[in-house]
C-alpha cells in the first residue's frame, strides 16, 4: 500500500513539473510525416490538388482554373471530372481551341459557328451550368451515355468522356502523395 501512495504522489509531482500541452515541432519527424499548416497548399479541396496536377502533366492552359471545375461541378451536382474530361476529348485539355474563344469544349462549335467565352473560368461555369440545366434538368438525361447523344455527333463520345475521367481517377490513384496529405 505504501508503494502505490509513493507511486501515486511520484506521478502527482511529475505531471507538475512537465507542461501540460505538449505539442509537436514543426518538422520534428523529418521526412515520415509532413503536417499540413493551414495556409499552406495541402488546405485546399485534394480535388483541386489532382486535378491541378493531372492538367498540369498534359501542360493545359486549364491547370490554374482547376479550383473553378471542382466548385462548379459541386454547384451543378455533377462529378468533379466531368467537364474537365469532355476538355481533354474535345480540344487536349484546352491546346487546341478555336482562336479567341476560351472553349476548350466543343460548345456550341459546328461548322463556322463557334461560341466564344472571355475566360476559361466564364467557360467553365458556362459547360457545367448548360450540363446540369440544359441536358439533366431540361431534357432528363440521367447519365454520361445519354449526354452523349445529345451532346455530341459521334456515338463514341460518351465512352471517350469516360475514359479521361478514368485518367483523372487513375492519376488520383497512382500519384497518393501528391493526393493524400496529413493534416491536423
Same mark, same amino acid.
Given at each position: ?6 507511486? &501515486? ?28 499548416? $493551414? ?28 479550383? $473553378? ?16 474530361? &469532355? ?38 461555369? $458556362? ?27 459521334? %456515338? ?11 485518367? &483523372? ?6 500519384? %497518393? ?8
Amino acid at each position: 500500500m505504501k508503494t502505490k501512495l509513493l507511486f &501515486i504522489l511520484f506521478i502527482i509531482i511529475f505531471a507538475g513539473i512537465f507542461p501540460k500541452d505538449i505539442k509537436a515541432m514543426e518538422n520534428s519527424s523529418a521526412s515520415s510525416a509532413v503536417f499540413a499548416n $493551414t495556409n499552406d497548399s495541402f488546405s485546399e479541396d485534394i480535388r483541386v490538388q489532382v486535378l491541378r496536377k493531372f492538367l498540369q502533366r498534359y501542360n493545359s492552359p486549364l491547370a490554374p482554373f482547376a479550383k $473553378t471545375f471542382v466548385e462548379s461541378a459541386d454547384e451543378n451536382n455533377l462529378d468533379w471530372k466531368f467537364v474537365a474530361a &469532355i476538355s481533354g476529348l474535345e480540344s487536349t485539355f484546352g491546346q487546341q481551341i478555336p482562336s479567341n474563344s476560351y472553349n476548350a469544349w466543343g460548345w456550341g462549335v459546328y461548322g463556322n459557328n463557334v461560341i466564344r467565352f472571355a475566360s476559361w473560368e466564364e467557360g467553365i461555369k $458556362t459547360i457545367s451550368k448548360g450540363l446540369r440545366e440544359r441536358y439533366i434538368k431540361n431534357w432528363g438525361a440521367a447519365n454520361i451515355y445519354e449526354i452523349g447523344a445529345m451532346y455530341a455527333a459521334s %456515338p463514341t463520345w460518351a465512352q471517350r468522356v469516360t475514359y479521361f475521367m478514368g485518367k &483523372i481517377e487513375e492519376f488520383k490513384l497512382q500519384n %497518393p502523395r501528391d493526393s493524400l496529405p496529413i493534416t491536423i
